[in-house]
C-alpha cells in the first residue's frame, strides 16, 4: 500500500505506517484540487492537515483511497458525504491539541490585559513607556466561552485556576466543570463577561455566528478572542470595533482564506492595531501536541487499514474487531438496509466458506460488517460479494 502524507505531518505518523508496510510519501504544503488529484493516483491512504481541501471532486476522481487522515482537530476541509458514498474512511485527533488550544488562549488573554504587544512594540521602536495606564491582571475577570467542547471545557477549567469567573454558552446540553456558569443564550453572555472567547465547531451553519451586532452588543472595553475557524467572524466589524475603542484588544489565529504554504503572503483588515494579536494559525503547533496527533491518527490509519478497524471514525460505523484474524477477514461497507448481513452470509455458505466471526455496526444509511472466515478466498467469492446490491466497498485483509 502507498501513503501521501501532506502539510508536514509529524514524521512519527511515516514511521508508524512504515513500520506497517506502508510505502509513504510526505509533501510539506498543500495541493490545489487538480494537483491533488494527480498526486492521488496509485496512492491509498491520504494524510492532511487544515489546508489540503479534499473536495467531492477529488474523491470522486479517486475513488480507490481506503482513508483519509486529518491530522488536526477539524474534518470540515473534508467532503465527508462523498468520503462515506465510497466508502472510504476517514479519521481524525479531536483531542491531542486541545492543551495546546488552551495555552495559546490564556497567553493571549493576559498578553491583551497587560497590553504586552503595545509595550513590546514602543520599546523595539526606542520609547520607553513604563505606565500602568489600561494594564489589567486577569485575576477577578470574567471570561466568556462560546462552545463548551474539549477546548472550551479545558480552558474553563484553567482560566478558573488563575482566578477568573466563568460564563460559558453552548447549543447543547453540557455539563459545567467547577464554578463555571452557564448562559441559556448568547447575548446573556455577552452582557455578562469582559473577555469573550471563541471555540466553535467547523459547521458550515457556524458561518458569520459572530458579526457586527455581536461585537458592538460586547461590554465596552472588552477583549475579544478566535481560535476556532476563520469564517464564524465578521473581521472587517472587528477592525471597527477596534478602531473606535468599543473593543480593548483582540487575538486572532484563524482567518476565512490562509495562505496554503509557509512563507506565502498574508494580508487582513486587523494587521496594524493596537493590541491585535495575530498568529498564522498555531493554536494546535507545539511539538507535543504534533507528535500527539501525528501517533494518534497514525495508528487509526494502520490499524483501519490493517485489522478493519474503525474506532473513532468521523464517517463509517464504529467497530474494534478482537481476537486474531481467521485466513482472511472481510470488511464490507454497505448501505444500511435490511437483510444485508443475510445475503452477504448466504453468499458465504453458498461458496463454502466458514464463518469464524462477525461483528456489526451501523451509522445512519451505511453499515460496516467485518467477517473472519476459516479459509482463504476466491476470487468468484470476492465477485459475489461485490455483486452484492447495496455494497460500497469491499476489502480483505489477509
Known sequence: MRALLLENVHPLASTMLG????????????LGEDHLVEALEGVDLLGVRSKTEVTGRVLDARPELVAVGAFCIGTNQIDLATATRHGIGVFNAPFSNTRSVVELAIANIIAMARRLTVRDKALHEGVWDKSAEGSHEVRGRTLGIVGYGNI??????????????????????????????????????LDSVETVTLHVDGRQGNAGFFGREQL??????????????????DYEALRDVVVSGHLAGAAVDVFPSEPKRRGDPFDSP?????????????????????????????????DYVRRGSTALSVNLPPLTPEGAMHASRIAHVHQNTPGVLAHVNQVLAQHDVNIGGQVLATRGHTGYVVTDTGSTLSPEVLDALRAVPETIRLRVID
Not at 513500520?19 to 498543500?30: F, H, L, Q, S, Y
Not at 485556576?161 to 448562559?183: S, W
Open 152 to 189: 472550551g471545557s479545558q480552558l474553563s477549567v484553567v482560566a478558573e485556576m488563575l482566578g477568573m469567573q466563568v460564563y460559558f454558552y453552548d447549543t447543547d446540553e453540557k455539563l459545567a466543570l467547577g464554578n463555571a456558569r452557564r448562559c441559556s443564550t448568547l447575548d446573556e453572555l
Open 19 to 30: 513500520e506497517a508496510g506502508i510505502e509513504v510519501e510526505t509533501r510539506p504544503g498543500a
Open 270 to 302: 486587523l494587521r496594524g492595531l493596537p493590541n491585535v494579536i495575530l498568529t498564522p494559525h498555531v493554536g494546535g503547533s507545539t511539538e507535543e501536541a504534533q507528535e500527539d496527533i501525528g501517533r494518534f491518527v497514525g495508528t487509526k490509519l494502520r
Open 216 to 233: 458592538e452588543r460586547m461590554r465596552p472595553r472588552s477583549l475579544f478572542l478566535n481560535l476556532s475557524r476563520g469564517f464564524v467572524v
